[in-house]
């Protein structure tokens, strides 16, 4: 007969402090001015369902049974936390990639404005 | 309409080529007076663009090295804005004969394509290089080829003259990674007519071209990526109906 894991208590309140400590580090970088809210809102996000799931253990419970997961339940939480950190990555390709594209722009205006200035 | 009545540029792009660039604008220069030249210096740290200058062309200098497309771009932005009505490609390293311009710019100034591309292989000209090369230059021949539904020979020359209409798109987006490549599949794309002529080239004079076995292997795989992912991708200029 299979039994439903639960989320051990230890667990859950260690998760819950360690996401607390997530989202409150990308609100200072925020209020600081060292992070722009749209590059945040993902980490934010990531932080609150981090947040959601680690404290509400019978959430997690729920979730971890409905995706078959039946040893451990916590492991949804490194499943999501991963999910997260590859959806980061990937926003962040794609901002270097607008970057880069912007830089090109600019170096191609510059030589033509520095190739203009000479002549003048 | 002659070439003569032309606004023509030639654009030449060009990364520490000091020893070859001046040599390649005096040719150009002297090959047709009319034709202004300007040197695209790619991030050069040797005296590429001083060298290019004394010789009469103008220069862009790119703060830092773009790549190939990039530089090219450049070239291209310069002579849609300044006006010009025709523009020839040619590499800075000499590889490109000068007296082979009028065959390149023949079928673009008679406005029977919008793009000329200079080939090695259309007849049997001097051009040698290794095998894998070829094979590699022959695969993507092909390649194109079934993209563009149309008979390719050689998708890596950098041999090409361009009207007004191409000039216009390739100002806007050009391919920054393999250019000739992709150029020509996006030529395609946006139905300009692109032809092929046969040219002879000549080896590189000074320096290196590091093209290895190894290296031709890992960069038709790149190609290849790029241009299956290529077809997907949403055009920045709108492509028109015919």
Redesign the interface.
Known sequence: MIFDSQTPLNVSIAATAASLVLVLVVFELIRSRRLRERYALLWLLTGLVLVVLSAWRGGLNTIAAWLGVRGYPPAVLFAVGLLFVILVLLHYSTVISRLSDQNVVLAQRLALLEAKIRDD | MSAETLRRIAIVPAYNEERNIGRVVAELKEHDPGLDVVV?SDGSYDRTGDVAREAGA???????N?GIG?AV??GF??AW?NGYDLAVRCDGDGQHIPAELPKVIAPVVAGDADIAIGSRFVANGGYKSSATRRVGIRLLALVVSAIARQRVTDATSGFQALNRRALELFAADYP?DYPEVEGMVMTIKHRLRLTEVPVEMREREHGRSSITALRSIYYMVKVLTALFVGLFRRSIVPIEDA
């Open positions: 695209v103008k220069v862009l200098e790119l703060p830092f773009l990039g771009q450049t932005r310069y804005e920054h």
